[in-house]
């Protein structure tokens, strides 16, 4: 409740215009979205900047990336950053024809990056164990720092069925517009490939799940693993 205005050290609200207020057009300030490891934008931008050079300009023009910039982020060690550049990043890449490989690239660097913080006494014995064992140490693991590749909101879930995974992300980065689902789908298809092969040591397939009806905020996959 406010203080009375007659009160002299009354507390009285601000406008949200008044100075030191975020205001609606700070790019810095955007609220309702995820947040995501640096590495995503990074390694996006490193894609893009290879793959559509036309798109890194823009995307330095118009949203402020660089990949000095995200460079700098990485190497500061920080932890979190707004995914809001990452997710307007993604919607200049949607629209070109080879967007699926740069999401793809992305995926597939960006996990094997965080892929060096795995426990080391765990990763050199973790070929000696079981291949369910194995299988369940890397997704747990996944699990850990998924905040960092899929968004602070993320539900990964799985069930098992013999040689078949199914595999779900729910509320991931980039999932949530029509336009990014696809590029979505071989991002994440690639960050679990890589989870497979490098942490569980495990041959396996990874397909997109395509449904007669289109759902946002969901990428589901089947992954079959060699017997």
């Known amino acids: 409740m ?13 406008p949200l215009s008044a100075p030191g207020i975020p205001q609606a057009d700070d790019r810095d300030i955007l609220y309702g979205v995820p947040s995501c490891a640096p590495l995503v934008q990074h390694e996006l931008l490193k894609a893009v900047r290879e793959q559509m050079p036309a798109v890194y300009s823009r995307a ?6 660089s990949v000095s910039r995200t460079q700098e982020l990485v190497e500061r060690r920080v932890e979190i950053v707004s995914a809001a550049r990452a997710i307007k990043l993604a919607r200049l890449i949607a629209f070109e024809p080879n967007s699926r490989a740069v999401f793809g690239e992305a995926g597939n660097n960006l996990f094997d990056e965080m892929n060096r913080d795995f426990p080391r006494v765990i990763k050199s014995t973790i ?9 369940r140490l890397a997704l747990a693991w996944t699990r850990k720092i998924a905040h960092g590749f899929a968004g602070s ?6 069930e ?15 999932s949530d517009r029509l336009d990014t689902l696809g590029g979505a789908h071989e991002y994440y298809r690639n960050v679990f490939g890589v989870m497979f092969r490098e942490l569980a040591h495990v041959d396996c397939e990874i397909k997109e799940i395509r449904r007669p009806r289109v759902h946002l905020n969901q ?9």
């Open 2 to 14: 406010w203080a009375p205005l007659n009160y002299p050290d009354q507390i009285r609200p601000l």
């Open 60 to 65: 330095a023009r118009e949203i402020g990336l």
């Open 127 to 135: 070929r000696n164990l079981p291949r369910p064992m194995r299988i």
């Open 153 to 158: 909101v993320n539900q990964i879930q799985t």
């Open 160 to 174: 098992h069925h013999r040689q078949k995974i199914a595999l779900s992300v729910r509320n991931g980065v980039f």
């Open 219 to 227: 990428c589901n996959f089947e992954i079959v693993c060699e017997a």
